[in-house]
């Protein structure tokens, strides 16, 4: 994925061979479960068809001497086998990428790993590809990883399989072997939508059936797997589909040309013909088609060019560029699936960064519709997705975002998934729909606004959020400030955690997922209080740090005021006001923060409050004094 770490990529265009005839490009990876022979499979492929170098067979043969693989054969997998640790333990981690040229076609192979912890690199390489070769050990039959690639295969648009029986050589090429495992995988896919399923016995180490027919297998009439691979047919006429051109960069090297870098994500575009920026509605006419070797007339899916618009309209990255025919969705919210990557699970109500090939933005998974069981394809209810599973999603991002069905459009149709704390790529996904909902909701314009209200109030308006542990003292504290702010004739409103759980929240229970919606809500009460010109005191424990930066960021800068409220756990579980830990660590009360569930204390707090040995009211005047001075600063500034 050009951001996965991007989720898709286009065709290329056909190329011209040495002879004239035009040569198609055809993606395909290898996949499957560990030791299934992937790596070999591909080092073989290349080794017969002299896309091995002398110095790389010789590579090899010290490889072997070093490391003592394969007896006295070429281990063709460290052909493949690039990274040091693959080669050391004997396995693929990282995708790698192969290039294979025939007389009838030219070939991008990707070799995906076979290890459950690297599902990810396997979605990687299925993003791009047209086909994918699933590998299977016949003496171990289909796998549970035999079935997760071939689900993901056919989730990231891959419609065209091969079902390679490798190591028939171990079992004398056995045709009941082979039959029954076909028959065993063609039962698991039956309800995917695979358009070609071409089964091949094989054996990858001695190169059966991989170039040309063996004589091993008398028994079998198909194809070898190269003459499949350079005969099947993949897609159909892709400059027919609505153009679609991803702005990934506006191109401005002086005051004379002003042009739109990307790659055609699909369909075809002419100098003249009329386009529509999607976010904004605004028309022009393609002026020039700028490569590098020069301006073109029609560029095709698949190619990277600069559009010169005949308008200077304001363009920008992240934008689309598309056919006034046929406009991608505009949508704040849709459905899609989601492939979970990250060992924390996947929470309703938390937000993630969306990353597009071309933007990122805030999104929160906002219902978990149920997760997809890889073996029966059954739809199970779920309320979060551990690592490797699949479900389906309704999400909800800050602004709108054009966006294609990913059957549609695997490039405008897909994103990956980013938690805001790490960085780290937690998932990816495929989008199914807009939700009709979003198209048919819109923001009123009210004549009262924020400003307005606060000025009625004459005081800003700021959220101030105790965060600690149970008995902590958040509560007792957050209750004397509210004291001191009404006694000054501010206008205020305290939101205690406990009180919200008997109304609005009274259907939350104290599991993870639970405790993300039950702050996501206490964040929206907050920001509409917010909005009415008040000041806010929400106490919370809110244990998780991913909660507490969503509620700072879906405020204005400034307005979101962390309160670490900092009491060690045995003097929490010493004071027990409500007698919840000596419930908690008999047993009595599961998901308690600080006993069996974790508490993720704030790393930077506004306001850092360590209560041993003070006085509440002492740290309800030091958050005191922190507001008066925000509060003149706000004032001098205005």
Request: one cysteine or more.
């Amino acid at each position: 994925m050009s951001n996965l770490e991007t989720i898709a990529s286009s065709d290329e265009p056909t190329r011209a061979g040495a002879d004239g005839q035009t040569k198609s490009l055809l993606r395909f990876l290898t996949c499957g479960s560990v030791d299934d022979g992937k790596s070999t499979l591909i080092g073989r492929l290349l080794y017969d068809t002299n896309f091995v170098f002398d110095d790389q067979l010789s590579a090899l043969e010290r490889d072997r001497l070093k490391r003592g693989t394969t007896d006295d054969t070429i281990d063709f997998s460290l052909l493949v086998d690039g990274l040091e640790a693959e080669r050391e333990q004997g396995i693929t981690i990282d995708v790698a990428y192969r290039f294979l040229s025939t007389a009838k076609r030219r070939f991008i192979i990707a070799d995906a790993p076979g290890h459950t912890e690297y599902t990810r690199n396997m979605v990687t390489a299925a993003s791009t590809a047209d086909l994918a070769i699933v590998l299977v050990d016949v003496q171990k039959g289909i796998s549970q990883q035999t079935r997760r690639h071939a689900f993901i295969a056919s989730l990231m648009g891959i419609r065209h399989i091969v079902l390679a029986v490798n190591k028939m050589d171990l079992l004398n090429y056995d045709p009941g072997v082979y039959q029954a495992i076909i028959d065993q995988f063609q039962s698991f896919v039956a309800g995917l939508d695979f358009i070609t399923i071409r089964p091949i016995p094989m054996s990858a180490l001695c190169g059966s059936n991989l170039t040309t027919r063996s004589a091993e297998t008398p028994w079998y009439d198909g194809p070898s797997l190269l003459g499949h691979l350079e005969t099947v047919q993949i897609g159909g006429n892709v400059s027919a589909r609505p153009f679609r051109f991803p702005v990934q960069w506006v191109n401005r090297p002086d005051q004379s040309f002003r042009g739109f870098s990307g790659n055609i994500a699909a369909g075809r575009v002419s100098v003249g013909d009329a386009v529509v920026v999607a976010k904004s509605g605004q028309t022009s006419t393609i002026k020039r088609i700028v490569t590098h070797d020069g301006d073109l007339d029609m560029a095709n899916e698949g190619h990277a060019v600069t559009l010169v618009l005949a308008d200077d309209i304001e363009v920008s990255r992240g934008n689309l560029l598309t056919s006034p025919l046929a406009p991608p969705n505009m949508s704040d919210q849709f459905q899609a699936h989601i492939i979970w990557f990250a060992q924390e699970p996947m929470l309703p109500g938390r937000s993630y960064i969306l990353r597009t090939e071309t933007e990122s933005m805030a999104t929160t998974v906002t219902v978990l519709k149920y997760r997809i069981e890889i073996n029966t394809h059954a739809h199970l209810s779920a309320r979060s997705l551990a690592m490797n599973q699949i479900g389906v999603c309704n999400l909800s991002t800050q602004q709108a975002t054009c966006f294609d069905s990913y059957s549609e459009n695997r490039v405008t149709g897909s994103f990956i998934l980013i938690d805001r704390l790490t960085n780290a790529t937690v998932g990816a996904g495929t989008i199914m729909h807009a939700l009709r909902r979003a198209q048919n909701i819109h923001w009123q314009t009210v004549s009262i606004d924020k400003a307005a209200r606060a000025d009625q109030k004459n005081q800003r308006p700021i959220v101030l959020w105790f965060t600690g542990l149970s008995g902590s003292g958040k509560s007792t504290i957050a209750n004397l400030v509210e004291g001191l702010l009404h006694a000054q004739g501010r206008h205020t409103y305290l939101l205690d955690g406990d009180n919200v759980r008997h109304g609005l929240n009274r259907d939350l229970g104290f599991a993870a997922g639970d405790r993300v919606e039950n702050i996501r809500r206490i964040t929206e009460v907050a920001k509409l209080m917010a909005d009415a010109g008040l000041i806010v005191l929400v106490s919370a424990i809110s244990p998780f740090r991913s909660e507490r930066q969503m509620a700072r960021e879906g405020m204005p800068k400034g307005e979101f005021v962390e309160i670490f409220v900092d009491t060690p756990i045995d003097e929490c579980m010493r004071r027990d006001p409500k007698g919840l830990y000596k419930k908690a660590q008999a047993g009595q009360i599961p998901n308690f923060t600080g006993i069996s569930s974790p508490y993720e204390a704030p790393e930077h707090p506004d306001i850092h409050l360590k209560t041993m040995a003070r006085d509440p009211q002492e740290l309800a005047l030091q958050i005191e004094d922190y507001l008066t001075r925000v509060f003149d600063l706000a004032e001098r500034q205005s």
